[in-house]
Structure formats: structure tokens, C-alpha cells
């Protein structure tokens, strides 16, 4: 397994599967937060869909393509070798392990994604997380495929795997702010999930998920407290830092 230098977001962890028919295609809860970090990621991306997607998704899977800079590739299990040459047109040799994002709904995948060289990365569905996973963690690695329960546990798998690949020779540095301030650094290329040429990681850690397994990824925390601050208390002139009320996540990470 080596270092992660693609990643391919299958149509099912992108888009909500249960809109009504008359309303037009949305995206699954948090998936926009997940394309804007992989944006900047300096990891190639792509979104792959089925030949019998509706017009409507794929004109939608097409518009995100656009927005955020990433490929389209279609992917079908009649298919699956040429979406793999297509991919290598668009990347080149990548020399590395490139992800494949894939909702547990499309298991008849699974059998043809087997025989590839990729790494894959199965979206458990609501109700179907598995009790066995890894401990002090919610992924399970099962050899070419790795389980998640969110979507949000998919930066810090890259970042697991990126660890692994480099014999944990790089500094993985988690970051907390809001997503505006974070969207202005990471524009500028400040938080690449692929390590940088001195040996850097950045990892976005997030208080929707627990905090103990994110930070086994990580060596160092950036963050921004202020943007985590509820309340001052202005009546008192002593001690005041016991004057700022910080929200239940930053007080986590401060514990």
C-alpha cells in the first residue's frame, strides 16, 4: 500500500439516494464540506458514475466536477478496465495507491473493484456500522478495503494510510477553525492531505466525531480558539482566562 495520489468518489457517496422523484438531486449531508477539503488537497480527484445514472445526476455530478476542479470518469462493472485507463489518460502513472469511495449499497461492485489495483473505501449505510472496527477508531481495514461510518472519517483514513505508506516519517499536523477561515488557508495550498516535500500531513480534525482516535493520526494541533469561544465573562477583573467559555468540542481537545 502506498501513498494515497488519487482519490475516486463514487456517484452513491455523493449523492442522496431517497429524493423524492419530482425534486432535483441533492447531495448526501456533508459531502459539500468533504469536496471543498479535497479541493486542496494536492491529491487528484475524481467523481465516477454509472452509465444508467439519470440526466439529472450526472448533469449535477458534472456541475460539482467543474466547480471543484476534479475529473469525471464513468464506472460500470462491465467497464471497470476501461475507466481504469481512462484514469490513467487523465493522472498519469501515479505510482501509488489510488482510493476508490463506494457506498456499501453498490456490493455488486465489489467482486470486479477486487481484482484492480485500488484501495477501497466502503461507506457503510445508516444502521449497518459493524461493532467490529479498529480500536480506538471507527474504520476497519479488511486488506483492499477499508469500512467507514461517515463520511467525515475519510481524511483521516488518507492521512492513516499516508502515515503507514511513509513509515510514519512525516509530521501530521490536525487543524480546527471554521470553515470559512479554513477555506481561505487551504485555497492558498496551507493544508495538503499529501505529505509535502518536507515532510508534512495536514489533517482537518472535526468535533462530529470523537476526538481520541483522530489524534492517534496526528503530532501537533493548529487551531483557532477564538472561533471556538461561546461566551466572555466580562463582570469579573481576575483571571481571564476562567473568563472564557469555549464550546464543548474545544474544551475536549483542551482535556
Same mark, same amino acid.
Given at each position: 500500500?502506498?501513498? #494515497?495520489? &488519487?482519490?475516486?468518489?463514487?456517484? %452513491?457517496? #455523493? =449523492?442522496?439516494? +431517497?429524493?423524492?422523484?419530482?425534486? !432535483?438531486?441533492?447531495? =448526501?449531508?456533508?459531502? +459539500? %464540506?468533504?469536496?471543498?477539503?479535497?479541493?486542496?488537497?494536492?491529491?487528484?480527484?475524481?467523481?465516477?458514475?454509472?452509465?444508467? =445514472?439519470? *440526466? *439529472?445526476?450526472?448533469?449535477?455530478?458534472?456541475?460539482?466536477?467543474?466547480?471543484?476542479?476534479?475529473?469525471?470518469?464513468?464506472?460500470?462493472?462491465?467497464?471497470?478496465?476501461?475507466?481504469? !485507463?481512462?484514469?490513467?489518460?487523465?493522472? &498519469?502513472?501515479? &505510482?501509488?495507491?489510488?482510493?476508490?469511495?463506494? %457506498?456499501?449499497?453498490?456490493?455488486?461492485?465489489?467482486?470486479?473493484?477486487?481484482?484492480?489495483?485500488?484501495?477501497?473505501?466502503?461507506?457503510?449505510?445508516?444502521?449497518?456500522?459493524?461493532?467490529?472496527?479498529?480500536?480506538?477508531?471507527?474504520?476497519?481495514?479488511?486488506?483492499?478495503?477499508?469500512?467507514?461510518?461517515?463520511?467525515?472519517?475519510?481524511?483521516?483514513?488518507?492521512?492513516?494510510?499516508?502515515?503507514?505508506?511513509?513509515? !510514519?516519517?512525516? #509530521?501530521?499536523?490536525?487543524?480546527?477553525?471554521?470553515?470559512?477561515?479554513?477555506? +481561505?488557508?487551504?485555497?492558498?495550498?496551507?493544508?495538503? =492531505?499529501?505529505?509535502?516535500?518536507?515532510?508534512?500531513?495536514?489533517?482537518?480534525?472535526?468535533?462530529?466525531?470523537?476526538?481520541?482516535?483522530?489524534?492517534?493520526?496526528?503530532?501537533?494541533?493548529?487551531?483557532?480558539?477564538? +472561533?471556538?469561544?461561546?461566551?466572555?465573562?466580562?463582570?469579573?477583573?481576575?483571571?481571564?482566562?476562567?473568563?472564557?467559555?469555549?464550546?464543548? &468540542?474545544?474544551?475536549?481537545?483542551?482535556?
Amino acid at each position: 500500500m502506498g501513498v #494515497v495520489v &488519487g482519490v475516486i468518489l463514487d456517484e %452513491s457517496v #455523493v =449523492l442522496a439516494s +431517497d429524493s423524492p422523484q419530482h425534486e !432535483n438531486p441533492s447531495l =448526501l449531508p456533508l459531502a +459539500d %464540506s468533504l469536496l471543498r477539503k479535497l479541493r486542496h488537497s494536492k491529491i487528484p480527484t475524481g467523481i465516477s458514475y454509472d452509465l444508467g =445514472l439519470s *440526466d *439529472d445526476k450526472v448533469s449535477l455530478l458534472k456541475r460539482l466536477a467543474t466547480l471543484y476542479s476534479f475529473d469525471c470518469f464513468i464506472l460500470n462493472t462491465s467497464s471497470v478496465d476501461d475507466a481504469k !485507463n481512462e484514469i490513467m489518460l487523465a493522472w &498519469g502513472d501515479t &505510482g501509488g495507491s489510488i482510493l476508490y469511495v463506494v %457506498s456499501d449499497k453498490k456490493k455488486k461492485f465489489f467482486p470486479k473493484l477486487s481484482n484492480c489495483s485500488w484501495l477501497i473505501v466502503v461507506l457503510r449505510s445508516l444502521g449497518q456500522e459493524s461493532a467490529d472496527v479498529t480500536e480506538g477508531g471507527s474504520s476497519c481495514e479488511n486488506s483492499s478495503m477499508i469500512f467507514i461510518n461517515k463520511l467525515e472519517e475519510l481524511p483521516s483514513t488518507i492521512c492513516h494510510i499516508n502515515r503507514k505508506a511513509t513509515g !510514519n516519517s512525516v #509530521v501530521t499536523v490536525g487543524y480546527v477553525m471554521k470553515p470559512s477561515r479554513e477555506e +481561505d488557508f487551504a485555497k492558498r495550498g496551507a493544508f495538503p =492531505l499529501y505529505p509535502t516535500q518536507n515532510g508534512l500531513i495536514f489533517m482537518p480534525l472535526t468535533f462530529e466525531l470523537p476526538l481520541s482516535p483522530q489524534l492517534q493520526e496526528i503530532d501537533i494541533v493548529l487551531h483557532k480558539a477564538t +472561533d471556538e469561544i461561546k461566551s466572555i465573562e466580562l463582570k469579573s477583573r481576575t483571571n481571564f482566562s476562567n473568563r472564557i467559555v469555549y464550546t464543548s &468540542g474545544m474544551q475536549d481537545l483542551q482535556r
